[in-house]
């Protein structure tokens, strides 16, 4: 790996900087334990070339598997299989639950003329709801959080009628949700077709 | 400690007075992190609490986190801390072949450390305490000292925990198991979000 040490100076940072997987997190050299090698390499080899020369290079493999005996090769050649395995099934549940999955964005009315948007179904596409809650509040300058909703689950809540701003910003930022699966929905409309079907 | 994936939970500034205490129990148990300390934690950072379940707290400074404890036991680096400064921990390291059981949070067993791959304590002293030529710590370690734990064929350390076993005796008896319970590369811990 590069060569980080520094001179030791005082005041001069000693702190060394390691480069940490894009897809698994590990360090590079830990890629073959992380159950997604082809992902990892993939990524190393476009965003470090020098380090994936460094790791996966014909050289570099003949002496990772040199010192194991011949039983712990086949063994660990296994137990990769399996890992790999598994992180596909993971991974195919997870497209088939993003597939299935719907993104609301609901308009509203508060007060008179008074509007929230509230946006639910994010955490099927795998994001964290309290940082795009923070994406939105900056994006957007005005108030946004998590809340609780009574089904059990959890929406973000903007000020203000964003809905539109809301899901172009989605389409732009997480191209993982389909924007077929993007669903727009007036609250007020709502309630005026529930007491049209009342009436 | 770590096997399962834990949730992220608020954190919490801490007083000057418990920052200073905690860098002098940094500095007691790890003197080799002497030199760093000031970068580890700057005099006007401002450090804070992160609660974990079965009562442990993890220790972040702007986002990066520094170093966890259960309860008021001996602190222990979080990995990324660790290849920050990797002088500043006593380490020993185990073969290829044991990694992939170490990752998967298995208990650290002595065959993994004195095999040939593996590099347990030369013991033959000197000051300051580091790294000898083969790759051995210059001190024998004790039961229940903090350790790190790196692995052949590779730079960046895999595994920290306590010893449950002094060094001396696993290559004496050369079975049984020297780290129980690590944090390690991939455990709820490393894949915690600290931001
Ligand atoms: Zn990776």
Redesign the pocket.
Same mark, same amino acid.
């Not at chain 1, 997987?21 to 590990?26: A, E, H, R, Y």
């Given at each position: 790996m590069a060569d980080t040490e520094t001179a030791e100076a005082p005041g001069e940072p000693q702190s060394r900087h390691v480069v940490y997987? %894009? +897809?698994? @997190?590990?360090p590079?050299e830990?890629?073959e334990y %992380?159950g @997604? +090698?082809k992902?990892?390499q993939e990524?190393?080899q476009r965003a470090q070339p020098a380090l994936y020369q460094v790791i996966w290079s014909a050289e570099a493999l003949e002496a990772a598997t040199a010192s194991l005996s011949v039983e712990a090769q086949k063994r660990a050649a296994k137990d990769a299989q399996k890992k790999a395995a598994q992180a596909e099934k993971a991974e195919q549940k997870q497209a088939d639950r993003m597939a299935n999955s719907v993104v609301t964005i609901k308009r509203v009315e508060r007060n008179k003329r008074k509007f929230v948007t509230a946006v639910s179904g994010l955490e099927a596409f795998g994001l964290d709801l309290k940082k795009v809650a923070k994406e939105f509040g900056k994006k957007f300058a005005t108030g946004s959080s998590v809340t609780k909703v009574p089904s059990g689950g959890e929406e973000i809540v903007v000020q203000g009628d964003v809905s539109d701003e809301i899901e172009e910003f989605l389409l732009e930022k997480y191209k993982d949700i389909p924007e077929d699966n993007i669903e727009l929905v007036d609250d007020k409309k709502l309630k005026k077709a529930a007491a049209a079907a009342a009436a | 400690m770590f096997k399962k994936d834990l949730q992220g939970a608020p954190k919490s500034k801490l007083k000057s007075s418990v920052q200073r205490s905690l860098r002098q129990s940094l500095l007691t148990t790890y003197p080799l992190l002497a030199p760093y300390i000031d970068e580890i934690l700057p005099k006007k950072g401002s450090l804070e609490a992160m609660k974990l379940p079965d009562r442990a707290t993890l220790y972040v400074l702007d986002g990066e986190p520094l170093f966890f404890q259960v309860d008021t036991n001996t602190l222990l680096p979080h990995l990324k801390l660790v290849h920050r400064f990797p002088a500043g921990f006593p380490s020993i390291r185990i073969d290829r072949g044991a990694i992939r059981f170490v990752l998967s949070g298995a208990t650290l067993m002595a065959p993994g450390l004195t095999s040939p791959g593996g590099r347990l304590p030369s013991g033959k002293g000197g000051e300051p305490e580091g790294l000898d030529e083969d790759d051995r710590w210059t001190r024998e370690l004790e039961k229940g000292e903090p350790v790190v734990v790196r692995a052949e064929g590779k730079t960046e350390a895999c595994a920290v925990g306590f010893l449950v076993e002094g060094t001396k005796l696993v290559k004496e008896k050369g079975k049984g198991p020297v780290i129980e319970d690590a944090h390690y590369l991939g455990d709820g811990l490393w894949r915690l979000g600290t931001e």
């Open positions: 997987c %894009g +897809v698994c @997190t590990l590079p830990y890629c %992380g @997604t +090698v992902k990892c990524w190393l | -």
